[in-house]
Structures are given as structure tokens and as C-alpha cells.
């Protein structure tokens, strides 16, 4: 059942590059540089699509767009952006949180770049402020990394009797240090021991599962970070065949069986990034276009998942979620 409304869609297509070297000559490239992958961002393509074609553009009418996709490689971002970057597209957007956004930044000084981040952009150096970014670069700081103490809390309370909470962070992750300091110091106030594994490919996962299931790990947070997104299915796998409670960053987790996710609605970040993009097509410099904050945040439970590992949620917890999937 929905408790509040949020913003989404549905549906992505890609464009190859033979076409948009056709369409170069009489509309504007976007460049799109992602470290997630096409699949699993089909809804936030979307909501960029739609923000883009709230500022007057459609894809394919009056603007193309250069698609790729990185699949959680991050050390595919720096070539993939030095590539649009020689292709000379009109604006440079980048998803999938700090790895694109700095990718991008490294490859170029004067192409404008719109960003979306998990975290702070002035502490990373893709801004100056928050309010008057200067330089070639702004965008959306969708907070995914702020609330990981929050996540820690929520599943506290939902199995206060857990002797240990595994949790998977990314060490490639910009934001990977912060996490794990910011869920230490949470645990300790919350009294939780937790033990941290770090993977930032496939082996190195399959391996931090083990890890976790020999140091007795009851339940599982996952760190927010693109890498995690796009193995999402196996992630929750492994959750559902230990049959081990757990909490992750974005809704997309709980609909495709996840337990709980608490962070912000990621539409609404692209969203922004796509009337941005826009509006820079139109003459807009990113430097005087503000850092948008997405202060929208959603909790949302899988009280199917719960039911089929044997868990019952206190009903205190079900009433303070922004949607139950029944």
C-alpha cells in the first residue's frame, strides 16, 4: 500500500553512435555517463527524460543522446568520459554517484557537466559552493551515503537481538572511509557489533558473502554505492538464501524483493539533472545553476520478503514506513 507520492517511471532506449554522428548535424549531443547499468536505471532514465523534455527537449526530436554505461567498473569511467569528451557533446551528464562525476571532471575543464553525487561536492572538489558552484560542473546531491547510520538504526530495531550485522561497502567508493566510520561510531552508540566487508568486483563479493556467513552475521546492510545496484539481484539473493534480514539505500531493493530500504526517491534527482541538462542546451552556465539537495526521503518495507524468512515486523516499525509491499 502507498503512503505518500513519490515521483517515477518507466522505460529506457538506447541510441548508438552511427546515429548520433547523423543527428550531429542537425541537433545538439548529450553526452551520458553512467557507472550503473541501462537495466537497472530503466525508471531514473526515465525521470531524466522527463525532466529533459519539461525544459523543451525529446530525445531523437531535437537532441540526442550518447549513451555509456560503466556496470559498476569503475575504472571503465575515465576512458568512457575522455571518449564524449572528443566527440564534443553539448553538455556532459553524469549518474551513478561521484566515480562518473569525477571521471568527467578529470576529462574535461570547459565542457559543462551536470552531476549527480551521493555526497558533498565541495568536499570532493567537483564545486566551489553549494550556491554558486563556478567552474563547468553542477547538479543534484541525492544524499544516498548521509543517512547510513539511519539504515544501521532501522535494522537494530528490527532484530535488536542480533548477535552481529554484516555490512558490504565498496572501497572503491569515494564516500567508501566515511561509511565505514560513520557505521562504527553508530554501532557503538546502538551497542551492535558489525563486521564490514569490502568487495569491488565479483569475486571480491562472492567472497565478502563468505566472510560474513563465517564471522555469523544475522543481518546485512548494504552500503550505499552504484557498484551494489547494479548486482542488486545477487545481493538479495544472498540475503533470501541465508534467509537474513536486511536493509539497502533505494526503494528499487524492497520492489525487487529486498527487505527494507530507507534513502532518498532517486527519480527525483535525475529528474533534475534532465531540466538542467536542459536548460544549459538553452544558454544556462552550470556555474550559476545552484547544487540542488534531495531532501525527500522514503522508507519502505517488504512485508512479503519478511514472511518468507520467518521474520515479523513490529507494527510500531510497518506504521512509520512511506509504503508497505504486501
Not at 567508501?176 to 563479493?205: M, V
Request: aromatic share 8%; hydrophobic share 45%; charged share 20%.
Amino acid at each position: 500500500m502507498r503512503r505518500r507520492e513519490f515521483l517515477g517511471a518507466a522505460g529506457f532506449g538506447l541510441v548508438s553512435w552511427p546515429y548520433v554522428a547523423r543527428a550531429q548535424h542537425s541537433m545538439p549531443v548529450i553526452g551520458y555517463l553512467s557507472a550503473r547499468s541501462p537495466g537497472e536505471t530503466a525508471a531514473l532514465l526515465a525521470a531524466f527524460r522527463k525532466g529533459l523534455g519539461e525544459a523543451g527537449f525529446a530525445e531523437g526530436q531535437n537532441v540526442a543522446i550518447e549513451y555509456r554505461w560503466a556496470e559498476g567498473q569503475y575504472d571503465r569511467l575515465p576512458e568512457m568520459a575522455a571518449d564524449l569528451v572528443r566527440r564534443g557533446v553539448a553538455v556532459l551528464v553524469t549518474t551513478g554517484g561521484e566515480p562518473s562525476a569525477l571521471a568527467a571532471k578529470a576529462a574535461t575543464s570547459t565542457m559543462p557537466i551536470v552531476f549527480t553525487v551521493g555526497g558533498d561536492p565541495v568536499k570532493i572538489g567537483l564545486v566551489q559552493s553549494l550556491n554558486r558552484p563556478g567552474g563547468n560542473a553542477t547538479g543534484v546531491s541525492v544524499l544516498t551515503t548521509a543517512p547510513e547510520s539511519k539504515r544501521l538504526g532501522l535494522l537494530h530495531e528490527l532484530i535488536p537481538g542480533a548477535k552481529a550485522v554484516g555490512v558490504l561497502i565498496d572501497p572503491y567508493y569515494p564516500e567508501a572511509e566515511a561509511q565505514a566510520r560513520e557505521l562504527r561510531e553508530a554501532a557503538g552508540t546502538l551497542r551492535q557489533a558489525i563486521h564490514i566487508a569490502y568487495a569491488k568486483n565479483d569475486a571480491e563479493l562472492e567472497q565478502a558473502f563468505q566472510t560474513l556467513v563465517r564471522e555469523g552475521a544475522e543481518a546485512l546492510l548494504v552500503g550505499a554505492d552504484p557498484f551494489f545496484d547494479t548486482r542488486r539481484e545477487r545481493i538479495i539473493a544472498f540475503a533470501a538464501e541465508r534467509r537474513m534480514p536486511a536493509v539497502y539505500q533505494f526503494r528499487e531493493y524492497a520492489l525487487a524483493g529486498g527487505l527494507m530500504s530507507y534513502g532518498v526517491s532517486l527519480p527525483e534527482g535525475y529528474h533534475q539533472v534532465g531540466l538542467y541538462a536542459g536548460q544549459i542546451l538553452k544558454g544556462a552556465k552550470p556555474a550559476d545553476l545552484p547544487i540542488v539537495q534531495s531532501i525527500k526521503f522514503e522508507f519502505v518495507i517488504n512485508l512479503k520478503t519478511a514472511k518468507s524468512i520467518g521474520l515479523e515486523v513490529p507494527a510500531m516499525l510497518l506504521a512509520r514506513a512511506d509504503e508497505v509491499i504486501e
